[in-house]
C-alpha cells in the first residue's frame, strides 16, 4: 500500500506544475470546510431541533400580532445551495382575534425555507426564500372593517434599517404551489380567489420599496368587485408574467405592461396598486382580437348578461379600464373600448352586415350618479353597415340604463325600394320601382329585446315608387310620400297615389304612433285627408271581402323581417277619412264634387258619414256602412234630390229590376231610402238581398215601350199611344223585402190613361200586382185644373180592373178581375 501511495505521489509531483497543486489543495480544502460546515449545521439542526424551530418561530413572531405556528422543521441540505433550507411542516398564521372570526389567514401543508448560514450561526434568522405548497392564504375583512391582515406589525420608518434582520423578514424569492389565495372583504362585498397552481416570484429589496418580477399558472375562481354584481374572469385559467416595482412613500405596486392568458385569451395587462388606506387601483387590459361573446362573458354577470344582447361573428380589439378602490363599497368604474371592422352584427331585430364602429361600455355614463346598471351605457360612434341589404348609418347610437334599457340615437339611409323585399315578403307588399331616403332621431324603451314606447323624430321620403298590395291586390304606380315622426305621432304629406286611371292626394296622421304600433296595434287610427280629381271606384274593389291571408302570417317570423308587424298594422288600423273627389266613376256610375267622411274599422267595417256628391242633374246624400265578408253588407240611408232618373237607373244598373230599365223611364226623381243589401267582392249587387223602403217623387216623367203596359193596351186601348206615357206627378212607396218588392196604393196619372196600382213585384216568382184602369181618356181633362173636380173625373165611366201575376211559363201574365173581384 505505501507503494502505491509513493507511485501516486511522484505521479503528482511529475504531472502537476506546483501552483496547480496549491489550488487543488485550496479546493479540496474548501469542499471538505463546506462537507464539515452543513454536516456540522445538520447535525446542529438535529440535535437542537426544538431550540432552532423555537428561535425560528420566536424571530417570525416579532413582526406580527398573533400567531405563527410551525408543526415541524427537518433540514434540506444543497437545495438552497450556499444557504441552508428548512422544511417547515404544518404551518399556521392566525390574527390576535382567531377565535372570534375563525379565519387562519395562512395554513400551509408544507413550506421550504433557505436560511442565511452565518447568520444563523450568529444566532439569527435571515430567509432567502420561502416556497409554500399545499397552502391556503384568507385574507379576511369582516363587516365592521377588521381584518385579519393585522397580524403584521408596522415598523417605524426610521427603525427599518436599524432592525433590517429583526421582525417579519424580507423575502428575497417567493414560490408558490398548489395555493388557494382568498381575500374576502365583507364590508365592501368584495370576494377575490385565485387558485395557484405554481407561483415564481424573485424580489430586490431597494432603498425606495422593491422590484420584483413574477411567473404565474393558476386558477380565477373569483374576481368580485361587488359580490352582489358578479364575478369577473370567473372560473378561468391565467398563465402569465408580471414586473412590479412597490414605492414605500407612495405605498403604490405599479404592474408594468405583460401578455396575461385568461380563459387561453392573450391579454396585455397594465396595472396600478395602492396597498394604503386608499386602496385604489386601476388596472388596463387589451386584446386586439377576441370575439365579443368571450370579450362579454369575461365581465361580470350583470354587463354580461347586457352585452349578450348582441354578438358580432368576426374578432375586435378591445380594451378595458377598471378604476376604483378595494376598500369601497361601490363598484369600480368600467369602460370598454371595441374597435369593429367589416364585422357582422347580430341583434334580436336581424343581422348588420359589413359593420363598422367604435364602441365603448361604461358603468359611469353620468359621472355623478355612481357605477351601477342604471347609469350605465352601451354607445356607438360612426356606425355603418349593411341592414337586409340596406345601407344605414348612425353617427352615435346609445342603449342606456341597462337597469331598464332605452335605445337612443340617429339614423339615416337611402335605398331603392326594390331592396326592401329582403324585409318584406312578396305575398303582403311588393316594391318594382322608386326610392328611399331615412333621417330619423330616435328614443324607445327595450323590453325582452324589443323595442316599445318609441319616440321618434325626422322623415321618410319616397318618391317614384310602384308597390302592389298583394292581400286585396292593389297596385299604386309613381308613389311619392313623406312621412314626418314627431315624437309619439306620424304625420303623413304629399303622398301621390296613382293606381290604373286615378289619381290621389293623400295627407294625414296617426296621433301616438309608435307607442300603438308596438303595443296595441288595434287602437291606431290614421286621419286622412284625401283629394283626387279622377277617382275609378273599380280600381279599388280589392277592399272589397275579406283580407288574403298571407304566408307571413301563418309561417314563424323571421329575424330581420316585418312582414308580420306590418300585416298585423293593415289588418288591425282604423281608418278616418275626410274624402273629396272632383269626378267619380264606378262602372256607369259618373258624379262630381263627391265628398264623405270614410271609417275603415280593425274590423273590415265601412262606415260613410255625410256623403254628397252630383250626379244626373241632381245630388245624392248618403249615410251608411259596409261590413266586409264573403258578402258584403251594406246599410244604406240616402237622399236623392232632382236626379234624371233614365241617367240614374243606367248608373245602378237598373237596381236589379230586369222587365223596367233605364230606357223606359225619364224625368226628375226624388227619393228617400233606407236600404240593406249585399254586393260581392266584384263589386255586384248579391240578388235578392236588398231589403228596406223607398219613398220617391217623380216629376215631368214618363213611360216608354214597357212591355206590361204596352201589353194591356194593345186590346184595352188600342187607340191611344201606350208606348209614349207622360206623368204628371208620380208619388209612391216601396218595401223591399229579398226578391219581392211590396208597392203600397198609388195613383198614376199620364198622358194616356190613369191606373190604380198596388200589389208586389217578384224578381222570382210570386208577381202579383193590382191594377184598375178608368177607361175615360185623361186628355179630355187637361184643361182642368181644380183638383177635386179631377179627383171626381177620374172614375167617371167604366173602370177595368186587372190582376198581373206569374204565368206558369214565369212570365207575368195579365187577366181580367182585380182585388176585389178576384
Known amino acids: 500500500m505505501n507503494q502505491n501511495y509513493s507511485a501516486l505521489k511522484r505521479f503528482w509531483k511529475l504531472t502537476l506544475p506546483r501552483w496547480a497543486r496549491i489550488v487543488v489543495r485550496g479546493i479540496g480544502a474548501l469542499v471538505l470546510i463546506t462537507v464539515l460546515l452543513f454536516t456540522g449545521v445538520a447535525l446542529y439542526i438535529n440535535t437542537h431541533k426544538k431550540e432552532v424551530l423555537a428561535q425560528l418561530t420566536t424571530q417570525l413572531n416579532q413582526g406580527i400580532a398573533g400567531t405563527l405556528q410551525i408543526g415541524n422543521i427537518e433540514p434540506t441540505f444543497f437545495s438552497a445551495f450556499p444557504n441552508v433550507a428548512l422544511r417547515l411542516e404544518n404551518v399556521a398564521l392566525r390574527d390576535s382575534l382567531f377565535k372570534t372570526h375563525g379565519r387562519t389567514m395562512l395554513r ?72 388557494i389565495f382568498t381575500a374576502d372583504n365583507q364590508k365592501t362585498n368584495k370576494l377575490y380567489k385565485f387558485g395557484i397552481n405554481s407561483l415564481k416570484a424573485s424580489v430586490n429589496y431597494t432603498f425606495t420599496g422593491w422590484e420584483a418580477n413574477a411567473s404565474l399558472k393558476g386558477f380565477a375562481h373569483s374576481m368580485a368587485f361587488n359580490t352582489v354584481r358578479g364575478s369577473f374572469i370567473k372560473d378561468r385559467e391565467l398563465d402569465g408574467e408580471f414586473d412590479m416595482v412597490y414605492n414605500d412613500d407612495s405605498q403604490t405596486i405599479i404592474f408594468h405592461k405583460k401578455r396575461l392568458d385568461i380563459g387561453g385569451e392573450k391579454f396585455d395587462i397594465a396595472a396600478n396598486i ?98 351601477n346598471d342604471a347609469n350605465s351605457a352601451i354607445k356607438l360612434f360612426n356606425f355603418k353597415g349593411q341592414y337586409s341589404g340596406l345601407p344605414i348609418a348612425m ?53 325582452d329585446f324589443k323595442l316599445t314606447k318609441p319616440i321618434v323624430n325626422g322623415r321618410i321620403d319616397v318618391k317614384d315608387a310602384n308597390v302592389r298590395y298583394v292581400p286585396r291586390k292593389l297596385d299604386f304606380n309613381d308613389v311619392n310620400v313623406s312621412l314626418n315622426f314627431n315624437k309619439d305621432d306620424l304625420f303623413i304629406s304629399k303622398i301621390v297615389l296613382k293606381s290604373g286611371r286615378s289619381v290621389v292626394n293623400m295627407e294625414g296622421s296617426i296621433k301616438n304612433f309608435l307607442n300603438l304600433y308596438y303595443t ?203 208606348k209614349n206615357i207622360e206623368f204628371y206627378d208620380l208619388k209612391g212607396k216601396f218595401d223591399l223585402k229579398g226578391e219581392k218588392v211590396t208597392i203600397h196604393p198609388m195613383q198614376i196619372s199620364s198622358s194616356v190613361l190613369n191606373m190604380d196600382v198596388e200589389g208586389i213585384y217578384s224578381f222570382g216568382r210570386g208577381t202579383k200586382i193590382y191594377v184598375d184602369v178608368p177607361l175615360r181618356n185623361p186628355k179630355k181633362d187637361k184643361d182642368i185644373d181644380d183638383k177635386e173636380e179631377l179627383a171626381k173625373r177620374r172614375k167617371r165611366g167604366i173602370v177595368v180592373h186587372l190582376t198581373a201575376e206569374d204565368g206558369e211559363d214565369g212570365k207575368v201574365k195579365i187577366k181580367m178581375g182585380g182585388k176585389d173581384k178576384g
Request: some cysteine; proline content about 3%.
Open 108 to 179: 400551509a401543508g408544507r413550506a421550504d425555507v433557505a436560511i442565511n448560514v452565518p447568520s444563523l450561526l450568529r444566532g439569527a434568522v435571515v430567509i432567502k426564500k420561502i416556497s409554500i405548497s399545499n397552502a391556503a392564504i384568507d385574507l379576511y375583512t369582516d363587516k365592521n372593517g377588521y381584518s385579519n391582515t393585522s397580524v403584521f406589525r408596522k415598523r417605524a420608518k426610521d427603525e427599518k434599517e436599524k432592525n433590517k434582520e429583526a421582525g417579519f423578514p424580507q423575502l428575497k424569492k417567493i414560490a408558490l404551489n398548489d395555493v
Open 274 to 371: 395602492n396597498t394604503g388606506a386608499s386602496g385604489k387601483f386601476s388596472i388596463n387590459i387589451e386584446n386586439k382580437s377576441i370575439l365579443w361573446k368571450d370579450a362579454a362573458n369575461l365581465l361580470s354577470p350583470n354587463i354580461t348578461k347586457k352585452l349578450l344582447m348582441f354578438d358580432l361573428t368576426e374578432p375586435i380589439a378591445v380594451k378595458c379600464d377598471l378604476v376604483g378602490s378595494f376598500n369601497d363599497r361601490e363598484d369600480p368604474l368600467i369602460r370598454v373600448n371595441a374597435t369593429v371592422k367589416n364585422n357582422v352584427l347580430v341583434t334580436p331585430g336581424g343581422d348588420v352586415e359589413k359593420c363598422n364602429f367604435f364602441g365603448v361600455f361604461t358603468n359611469n355614463n353620468v359621472s355623478a350618479k355612481g357605477f
Open 395 to 447: 353617427q352615435k347610437a346609445s342603449v342606456l340604463n341597462l337597469e331598464h334599457p332605452v335605445a337612443v340615437g340617429d339614423f339615416t339611409s337611402a335605398f331603392d325600394m326594390k331592396k326592401l323585399r329582403t324585409l318584406i315578403d312578396d305575398d303582403l307588399l311588393q316594391f318594382s320601382k322608386g326610392t328611399a331616403a331615412v333621417k330619423l332621431d330616435f328614443k324607445a324603451d327595450i323590453v
Open 520 to 722: 296595441a296595434p288595434q287602437k291606431l287610427v290614421l286621419d286622412w285627408q284625401i283629394y283626387s280629381p279622377q277617382l275609378h271606384l273599380g280600381e279599388f274593389m280589392g277592399f272589397l271581402g275579406t283580407r288574403k291571408k298571407t304566408q307571413a302570417a301563418i309561417k314563424k317570423t323571421r329575424k330581420g323581417n316585418y312582414t308580420d308587424e306590418l300585416n298585423l298594422l293593415f289588418e288591425k288600423s282604423s281608418v278616418n277619412m275626410k274624402l273629396r273627389v272632383d269626378k267619380l266613376f264606378y262602372n256607369s256610375f259618373y258624379a262630381t264634387n263627391a265628398r264623405a267622411d270614410v271609417l275603415l274599422t280593425d274590423k273590415g267595417n265601412v262606415l260613410v258619414k255625410n256623403a254628397g256628391l252630383a250626379h244626373a242633374g241632381g245630388t245624392l246624400l248618403i249615410n251608411g256602412s259596409l261590413n266586409q265578408g264573403s258578402h258584403n253588407n251594406y246599410n244604406v240611408n240616402a237622399v236623392v234630390s232632382n236626379v234624371n232618373i233614365s241617367k240614374f237607373m243606367h248608373a245602378f244598373n237598373n237596381f236589379g229590376l230586369e222587365s223596367l230599365s233605364s230606357k223606359n223611364l225619364k224625368g226628375l226623381f226624388s227619393a228617400k231610402a233606407n236600404v240593406t243589401g249585399a254586393i260581392n267582392n266584384a263589386g255586384k249587387p248579391v240578388p235578392r238581398s236588398i231589403h228596406g223602403n223607398v219613398n220617391f217623387d217623380l216629376k215631368k216623367g214618363g213611360l216608354y215601350n214597357f212591355e206590361p203596359v204596352t201589353k194591356v193596351g194593345k186590346f184595352a186601348f188600342p187607340l191611344r199611344d201606350v
